[in-house]
């Protein structure tokens, strides 16, 4: 196992970062970057993975190799000079050049095949060789490429001698030393020459178990500058590479008219050679464009492209780039990937998922505790609610329990058994979200994620969580769609109809918002059809023993205690706190709690409870009084502000966190800071 840091957390380090979560060799230890929203540091939050914004924090002695994807030449000769010596820092050219391979040749498929099958055809189709021993000094790995440069078969090679493979290697040298060896130019048996770079390989314990080289032939890179001058020497070139292939490989000339096909092509298309063969690119198109046409109009190359060909009407994937020799056009070459089979598999993960969707935590009216009549009120509204059809607008002070009315409606609704799709309305993104996009289909658009939440909510239930959120934009798209019943994707231009049913929630003065201009008068009448007001937690403290005994079997379910109950004075020290966080602030607090237990102790009592409350609100006598010449504005403001310092002080002042723990958007968090000058 190989300890990585990736400096950089641009799309190139998010990509390289969702590649190294999936080989089981590599252990991402930490993710760099000044930017704290670079797409790969919230990748690596959501993954639970250490991030940082210096990499002298990271930068410890178990680490095997650091990937510099910053095209920072003073930091890459900076982390070349404070890396421990073991350490290979592999500069962004080359990890750049590895994330391109990937992002081109492996976005559609690396979640359908095998992991090892993955790796094997990564490091095959690159031109460079690559030989791993192991600590005999045997070959454990060798690639296609290696195989071809050394003319020796991969199944001759694994399990022999490196010197017998080649006898000018100089790897178990670096075995030995445990040095990097980078950039040596080395001249194999038959003559060829080749640029290498040499490198140990550690396990977890930091124990040498192998060593590794990557080697590129000089030989061949001039011999193709030099000898490719016309299309006739490309194909005879390409003709006994193309025919291995699994994958379809078409050329055409400068004209667009066939020239070359190999068998995987016909065992695909269904057309044989002599079809093809002089025929214009379009022959084999049943449904789409040419993309052979669209390059030699570019001159750039299209990857990414799904189409459907031949006479068994296959479902393909396309990557087309052009053939320039002398900076003229001579034609394109075509790799196509039949993914009929594949969008089979998609479907049945679809299914899969929607089935796991079902068996995941959802709640029901029987999840909402308590006997006070203003929860009852809220109760049987909702079961109305459940029976209809309507918009619903839950409306409460953040952590009163709004999502889980609207899991209940959605559960006692006729769309149960269809998706429930949760949506944070704060996000910036929310309209590609909510409504999805149109691909571009000679673009780089991805062909699979263009479908928006509207369209994953399909007959089932859309939540719109803290809905004064939404963005003007989208507040707008939102009121049409309850007016017409469709959506239009972004960049699309035909309407698409649903069924969705929609829920929304806020724990603000919605007609407050109205009134300051921030939300859609339309809308908000729109959504108002049917309110449910559910109460908070201070106006309703007799239901706290009955919320107490269902948090206790939760929270003995996930700490895996064994609290049997709670004493009647902790109860009591409970009622007499007015919980401005509501019933999530009561769970945090009997989470502390029952830490702060005593092992093996079954009864949680006051003293735990105590210990977990904040400090203002621990003593148990006296009465506060007010302070002179105040107004209840003015102590509210005092009261929030101080709520403000004291979340920030407990999550390390990380805005993300303190808004997450008062369950407020990140943007209600940062205008009560503005507003308290807390910033």
Known sequence: MQNVLIVGAGTGGSILLDLLLNLEFMNVKAIIDTDEQAPGIVQAKKQQIAHGTTWQDYLTDDIQIIFDVTNDKTLFSELLKSRPPHTVVIPGSVANLLVKLLEDNHTYIKRIQAEMHKQRMIFDSIDEGMIGIDGDGKVNFFNESASKMINVPIKQAIGRPVTEVIPSTELPRVWGTGVPELNRELVLGNGLKIVTSRYPLFDNHHRKVGAFAVFKDITEVVALAEEITDLNRVKTMLEAIIHSSDDAISVVDDQGNGILVNPAY?????????????????????????????????????????????????????NVAPIIVDQQVKGSVGVIHDITEIRHLMKELDKARTIIRKL????????????????????????????????????????????????????????????????????PTIEAELFGWEQDTFGNGMSENNRGLFEEAENGTLFLDEVSELSVD?????????????????????????????????????????????????????????????????????????????????????????????????????????????????????????????????????????????????????????PEKSTLASIMDNYEKTILETALRENDSNKSLTANRLGISLRSLYYKLEKFNLI
């Open 266 to 318: 016909t065992r695909i298309t269904g057309l044989s050679e002599e079809e093809i063969i002089g025929k214009p690119a379009t022959e084999d198109i049943n449904e789409g464009k040419s993309i052979h046409m669209e390059v030699l109009k570019t001159k750039k190359p299209i990857r990414g492209v799904n189409m459907r060909i031949g006479e068994n009407n296959r479902e393909v994937l396309v």
């Open 360 to 427: 995941e935590s959802t709640y029901t009216f029987d999840d909402i505790f308590g006997g006070s009549e203003d929860i009852e009120i809220s109760i049987e509204q909702a079961k109305l609610a459940a029976k209809s059809n309507v918009p619903v607008l839950l409306r409460g002070e953040p952590g009163t329990g709004k999502e889980v009315f609207a899991h209940a409606i959605h559960i006692g609704s006729e769309g149960h058994l269809n998706k429930f799709v949760r949506v944070n309305c704060a996000s």
């Open 474 to 626: 989208a507040q707008k798209r939102l009121l049409a769609y309850l007016k017409h019943g469709t959506i239009y994707r972004n960049g699309g231009s035909d309407p698409i109809r649903l069924r969705v049913r929609i829920i929304t929630a806020t724990s603000e003065n919605l007609e407050k918002v109205m009134h300051e201009g921030r939300f859609n008068e339309e809308l908000y009448y729109a959504l108002n059809r049917l309110a449910i007001q559910i109460a908070p937690l201070r106006s309703r403290k007799n239901d706290i023993p009955a919320i107490v005994g269902h948090l206790l079997i939760k929270l003995n379910q996930e700490f895996g205690m064994h609290v049997e109950k709670i004493t009647e004075q902790a109860l009591e020290r409970l009622q007499q706190y007015d919980w401005p966080g509501n019933v999530r602030e009561l769970e945090n607090v009997l989470s502390r709690a029952m830490i702060y237990m005593a092992t093996g102790e079954a009864i949680l009592g006051l003293e735990d409870v105590v210990k977990s409350l904040s400090s203002r609100e621990s003593t148990e006598e006296g009465q506060q009084m007010l």
